[in-house]
């Protein structure tokens, strides 16, 4: 299942990097890709995950916490 994500306020590439590499170790995540230019984040999960809209969100807030995360 794909769920797709606008994250704005990322300030670099490193910080994307970190983004997409810590939503793909979330419990339940299978994989996930972030377009910096583009602000969108997209997570795939075997199954629906309860919270994955506020799980990504904390996550995110570890690295950029004035970044704002929305479902699309």
């Known amino acids: 299942m794909k769920t797709k994500f606008k994250v704005e306020g990322i300030d670099c590439p490193n910080c994307a990097a970190k983004i997409e590499k810590m939503v793909g170790e979330l419990e339940g995540v299978t994989k996930s890709k972030i377009n910096f230019m583009a602000e969108k984040l997209t997570v795939e999960t075997d199954d629906a ?9 904390e996550t995110v807030h570890v690295v950029e916490p004035d970044a704002v995360v929305s479902a699309l």
């Open 49 to 57: 995950v309860d919270g994955l809209l506020e799980k990504v969100t």
